[in-house]
């Protein structure tokens, strides 16, 4: 069985999380232990709430450092909303600018939609090879935010295979939904919250993982 911990560092709604994993067919923990995060098949960092708090909770279990490890080691890593995020470069909120963890250069701002948070079911614009979203590239997913990465700027070269980057539009605005880059992918969707479709692209990321 696929062993998957999620990263346990003070954020909101993780046991959803645990529970649609454990559907998926993972063997599931959910810790901070340091040894168990680096051990396991596949690691998830869930989000929800401000970025400079996920930030400096991922920060204070060393998460930061067993990410950096694991995918310099070419270990799988999942994001789910601020859990993705935190993954980019930098996340200016309520006028702060905060670091993020700096694996996609990128910043994270507030949408620009005539009703912000973006909040419900929402299609996504898939690329045509994604592992992630196989069977479930035309349906719809669940969203709550109000900040995104608006603009994707990582520029690929000869030595490096193109991260394939899923988009969504709220408002009139386009933003990243979703990020497949080797071992690190994330979405800014909740695919807990995301009935069938969610489950069937968790069981994908299980399957690939394990």
């Not at 009139?172 to 692209?201: I, M």
């Amino acid at each position: 069985m696929t062993s998957v911990v999620v990263l346990d560092y003070g954020s909101g709604n993780l046991r959803s999380a645990v529970r649609a994993l454990e559907r998926a067919g993972a063997d599931v923990t959910l810790t901070a232990d340091r040894d168990a995060a680096m051990e396991c098949d596949g690691l998830v960092v869930p989000g929800v709430g401000a970025f400079k708090a996920c930030v400096e909770g991922i920060r204070s279990v060393k998460g930061h450092e067993v990410i950096g490890r694991r995918l310099a080691g070419g270990r799988p890593v999942l994001g789910i909303c601020v859990g993705m995020q935190v993954l980019f470069a930098r996340g200016v909120e309520h006028g702060v600018d905060t670091d993020g963890l700096d694996e996609w250069p990128g910043v994270v701002e507030r949408l620009q939609a005539p009703v912000v948070p973006h909040m419900g079911w929402n299609t996504v614009d898939v690329p045509g090879d994604s592992v992630l979203f196989e069977g479930v590239r035309d349906e719809r997913f669940y969203f709550v935010h109000s900040y995104g990465v608006r603009d994707w700027v990582l520029e690929a070269n000869d030595r490096m295979k193109p991260p394939l980057v899923t988009w969504s539009t709220h408002g009139g605005d386009r933003f990243v939904a979703a990020v497949e880059n080797g071992p690190l992918c994330a979405t800014q969707f909740h695919p807990e919250k995301s009935g069938d479709a969610g489950a069937r692209l968790l069981n994908n990321w299980v399957g690939a993982v394990g």
